[in-house]
């Protein structure tokens, strides 16, 4: 049971450059998120997904797409590239209990840099 | 205003100290509350919750929450060097998705 996996760990791209992040998770939770951290700003949510084939945008989401590809499965795609998308980007998924709360467990990150 | 809000910090204590780790919120319905813990390079685990007002124990850790002054505090007692960390609050809002604000996180420097 690996949890929520990320590909890639390390990225760096040229400014106007397009790429896809991964993200999969094995847990069989409906709700999927990308955030993007950066220094002193905290986690801000850039898209989410309540479910298989919904996607709706959260707090920052100019410049990225996401597809919910299953319920397994939620990419993030910048499709040109700039500077200040240089971050740290991670995907959660969640759940919620019977009778209980849910909560998000996070995937290991993806670090971005944009020269 | 930020929406929830904490010390950067670092908050330096002692090894065996209790450490305290502040955060406050501006939505008065907000109804469910998380400290996440984010050692430097990873990514955040959640540590506690808390969703009625009063303490919340877990181990080393209690959770305090005051709904009427819009505060949710962590304690660490008998901090450990491995405790050093970064510590993220973060709030559920009712409205829309659900979704989850973060507070920046206040970095705790456990020495021994």
């Known amino acids: 049971n690996a949890g929520v996996t990320q590909t890639p760990k390390f990225q760096v791209l040229k400014t106007g450059q397009s790429m896809t992040l991964q993200c999969a998770q094995d847990?069989?939770?409906?709700?999927m998120y990308w955030y993007r951290q950066d220094p002193g700003m905290g986690l801000r949510l850039i898209y989410y997904s309540a479910s298989e084939g919904t996607t709706d945008k959260g707090e920052v989401p100019n410049g990225y797409n996401v597809s919910r590809l299953n319920k397994r499965e939620f990419s993030l795609r910048l499709e040109s590239a700039a500077p200040s998308q240089t971050s740290v980007y991670f995907c959660?998924?969640?759940?919620?209990?019977?009778?209980?709360?849910?909560?998000?467990?996070f995937g290991p990150g993806t670090r971005l840099l944009v020269l | 205003q930020k929406e929830v809000e904490q010390n950067s910090g670092p908050l330096s204590v002692p090894e065996g100290a209790i450490a305290s780790l502040n955060c406050t919120y501006s939505?008065?319905?907000?109804?469910?509350f998380f400290w996440y813990r984010q050692y430097s390079g990873k990514s955040p685990e959640l540590i506690m919750s808390i969703y009625s007002n009063g303490d919340k124990e877990d181990g080393r850790f209690t959770a305090q929450l005051n709904k009427a002054s819009q505060y949710v505090s962590l304690l660490i007692r008998d901090s450990q060097p491995s405790d050093s960390a970064t510590y993220l609050c973060?709030?559920?809002?009712?409205?829309?998705?659900?979704?989850?604000?973060f507070g920046a996180g206040t970095r705790l420097a456990v020495h021994p």
């Open positions: 939505d008065r319905g907000s109804q469910s």
């Open positions: 973060a709030v559920r809002n009712p409205g829309g998705y659900n979704k989850l604000i």
């Open positions: 847990m069989n939770h409906n709700s």
């Open positions: 959660a998924s969640s759940e919620v209990p019977a009778g209980g709360h849910e909560t998000q467990y």
